[in-house]
């Protein structure tokens, strides 16, 4: 399954404000996404999973979805993990 | 008839209008077993959540900017999936979908509670999601700010910061609560904001919807159903204080001349160009610790420096008084102090943190240094927290050898005001926070709700102190500032003159009723509010004395 690993640039993590963006980025995209941070997998499209993961700036998470137009979904929700929100 | 009701007035305002009261929270759901069926349920879950998503996001819409964000993000709470699927299995499990939803939502929020800090306070958002929820499958009022078309007096059990953000000040005329104090975030919102509150109104929450009511923060009064005098009193009142309150942005000065410096109380730079548009003459309190929050490594000197001469420029020739690190209590600052404390107010926090680790204290005090020599700022540095004299002592010779020319201590603790004159002997000035002086003078949390009527700063036992401080200062010629909410309240702002205050500082929204009120006043009848407040035997006594003194009393 296509994968990308990404370290969270934005300076707050990913709390409320960058998590809203980066989910509705992964609703719209029709295939199901997950975000996995150690041990834990969340549906990326799920704002109250990806902020329970509790993600920092400088955390490695992972992720991974599969089906049409997975390798380009992935490339946009990395490059959107790597700008800082809050700069 | 005429029926007035009392409490703890914030400001200088007078309102007339229809109270509409703020539904309390929901009851917690009950447990019992759905008669509908699952599949009803669930259909009666997917229109709740869409139909609250949507009215969330149309709120949003309207309030625009950040508020928007933070809206968006609550709407998209309410669609998630990851709490629908958790709900739909609490349903096959014979749950309604109220009960449902409460579960699923408690479990999010125990686990947001868990991660701590930022999140956490995320928690507040979730509740009021569910509420809009469940408000909503139970065919209820949703709790939180009513709307209405035409302006209303909002009458609340107590504001919660989420209401406060929402409110529609061209709507609200006056906010009256029924618990709080004087400190509590209703009023501290209330004087940021300028609303016209009263708070801790015990009966209010009695009021039906569309009772008239004139709300009067001067005499911290509430009538109801007033009669046709009461009315005409108070728009005559309203018109008088209009008038008075009309004078020219201006340095802060009493009747005789005498100058009183009017000061503003900032936590980011951002705050900088409202205060010089309120006439501030300067910072009397700028908070660090709200720059480095969010970090969890020590931030550089660099860093530092750039975010100082970012606010120093904002006032070239103007006195900027900084606070170096207040970590501890309600303001954890991970890098500073970590350690779990079993009474944080009384822990290692403000001077006592930063001395555990010198290092960020030389950091911070060099970087003040650096943006002070390179910005026509004239820049101050105090540390927060001083109980003894010797600390005095080490704070100011560190801050001297580091450059910082001016160094002063904040008197919060009531062993620094007890011994008022040896601490001002060994440093600059000193700069009274009345919010934490007033918490260790009456051993009330400034957090709890339950406390909060002792949380007051016009309790002459706190007076008494802060009489210590400007007796010391005047005797050693030492500049004696206030930069708590009590510096805020226009009267009591006069009394903290008298007691030998040479300088207020405030929310820049304060300053202009303050400016106000000092200029009716003269240094000698300053001194007698005063001493009338000081042989009072409680707050509200305190204030009842300095009132009966003034020479109207609407």
């Known amino acids: ?87 | 008839m005429t029926r007035v009701l009392t409490g703890v007035g914030i400001g200088r305002g007078i309102a007339v209008g229809p109270a509409l009261r703020m539904p309390d929270p929901l009851p917690e759901p009950a447990s019992t077993p759905s008669t509908i069926g699952p599949d009803a349920e669930k259909e009666r879950l997917t229109g709740a959540l869409a139909a609250t998503a949507e009215d969330i996001r149309q709120r949003g819409e309207k309030a625009g900017g950040q508020a928007q964000a933070v809206l968006e993000a609550q709407a998209l709470m309410a669609d998630d999936p990851t709490l629908r699927s958790d709900a739909d299995s609490r349903v096959d499990n014979g749950a309604t979908a109220e009960r449902a939803v409460h579960e699923a939502f408690a479990g999010f929020r125990d686990m947001l509670v868990g991660l701590g800090g930022y999140m956490a306070e995320r928690a507040t958002d979730l509740d009021d999601v569910a509420q809009r929820v469940i408000a909503r499958l139970s065919g209820v009022a949703a709790p939180g700010v009513p709307t209405s078309e035409t302006p209303f007096v909002l009458v609340a059990r107590d504001l919660a910061p989420a209401d406060t953000a929402l409110l529609d000040l061209e709507r609200v005329l006056a906010v009256v609560t029924s618990e709080g104090g004087p400190t509590s975030h209703t009023a501290i919102l209330a004087r940021e904001k300028g609303i016209t509150a009263v708070v801790g109104v015990h009966g209010v929450l009695d009021l039906t919807d569309g009772t008239p009511v004139v709300v009067d923060a001067v005499a911290g009064s509430v009538a109801v159903d007033p009669d046709a005098e009461t009315l005409d009193r108070a728009s005559r009142a309203a018109e008088e204080r209009a008038k008075r309150a009309d004078v020219p942005v201006g340095p802060g000065a009493l009747a005789d001349g005498t100058p009183v410096p009017l000061l503003a109380n900032l936590g980011s730079a951002d705050g900088v160009e409202a205060a010089v548009a309120a006439g501030a003459e300067g910072v009397g309190l700028f908070r660090t610790e709200f720059l480095f929050l969010d970090a969890t490594t020590a931030p550089t000197v660099a860093q530092q420096y750039t975010q100082y001469a970012r606010l120093l420029r904002g006032f070239p020739g103007k006195k900027v008084v900084v606070r170096v690190l207040d970590a501890g209590a309600d303001k954890p600052l991970s890098f500073l102090n970590d350690a779990p404390e079993e009474n944080p107010a009384l822990g290692l926090r403000g001077i006592r943190a930063l001395r555990a680790t010198e290092q960020i204290l030389r950091d911070q005090l060099t970087a003040l240094a650096r943006a002070a020599s390179e910005t026509d700022a004239l820049v101050q540095v105090m540390a927060p927290m001083i109980a003894t004299v010797e600390e005095t002592r080490y704070f100011t010779a560190l801050a001297h050898e580091l450059g910082v020319p001016v160094a002063g201590v904040m008197v919060e603790v009531p062993s620094a005001a007890l011994l008022a004159d040896r601490v001002l002997g060994e440093t600059d000035f000193a700069s009274i926070g009345t919010n934490d002086l007033t918490q260790y003078t009456l051993a009330a949390d400034r957090l709890l709700g339950s406390v909060a009527a002792l949380q007051d700063p016009w309790h002459p036992a706190v007076l008494r102190l802060i009489r210590e401080v400007g007796r010391a200062g005047t005797a050693l010629g030492k500049p004696v500032g206030i930069c708590g909410e009590a510096a805020a309240d226009p009267l009591l702002a006069v009394v903290l003159v008298g007691l030998g205050a040479t300088s207020l500082s405030m929310s820049p929204s304060a300053i202009a009723d303050v400016r106000a009120e000092l200029l009716q006043h003269t240094r000698e009848q300053a001194g007698r509010l005063a001493e009338a407040a000081l042989s009072a035997e409680d707050g509200a006594a305190a204030r009842a004395a300095v009132r009966s003194l003034l020479p109207e009393s609407v």
């Open chain 1, 1 to 87: 399954m296509p994968e990308r690993s990404v370290l969270i640039a934005s300076a707050h993590g990913l709390h409320a404000r960058p998590a809203a963006a980066f989910t509705q980025a992964a609703a719209k995209a029709g295939v199901p996404v997950q975000l996995t941070k150690g041990a834990k997998s969340v549906n990326a499209a799920s704002i109250l999973g990806v902020i329970s993961l509790g993600i920092e700036h400088g955390d490695e998470v992972v992720l991974s979805a599969e089906g049409e137009g997975a390798e380009d979904l992935l490339d946009e929700l990395t490059a959107l993990l790597s700008a800082d929100h809050d700069a």
